[in-house]
């Protein structure tokens, strides 16, 4: 069974850069569409990012512009490239497929956006 790790986050300041990654334990080839969650404090999770195993993406009209999700099959992993960051973008960040299932929730990783 797939596991997904995500790792990358931190704390940065107002206008800058993180970059996610979401390693699998297994492959992800037989996985459509992969997703970029994120769950601010407080509020419910919601998708962020998405990228089908072609390599098309759709985003969140919040982070259209400044966020840039990819895929490696060959190393079983998505990344996150967030850029011009805003305290707003504070969040847990999750990878998973989309849709979501259950099993695949990992640990998350913490992005704050503070100066």
């Known amino acids: 069974q797939v596991q997904f790790v995500e790792s990358g986050g931190g704390l940065v300041q107002p206008g800058g850069s993180l970059r996610l990654s979401c390693a699998a334990s297994?492959?992800?080839?037989?996985?459509?569409?992969m997703g970029w969650y994120r769950q601010p404090p407080g509020k419910q999770r919601e998708l962020v990012a998405r990228?089908?195993?072609?390599?098309?993406?759709n985003y969140a009209d919040s982070v259209k512009g400044r966020f840039t999700v990819s895929r490696d099959n060959a190393k079983n992993t998505v990344y996150l490239q967030m850029n011009s960051l805003k305290p707003e973008d504070t969040a847990i960040y999750y990878c998973?497929?989309?849709?979501?299932?259950?099993?695949?929730w990992g640990q998350g990783t913490q992005v704050t956006v503070s100066s």
């Open positions: 297994g492959s992800i080839f037989s996985i459509v569409v």
């Open positions: 990228i089908t195993i072609g390599g098309v993406t």
């Open positions: 998973n497929a989309h849709p979501s299932l259950s099993r695949y």
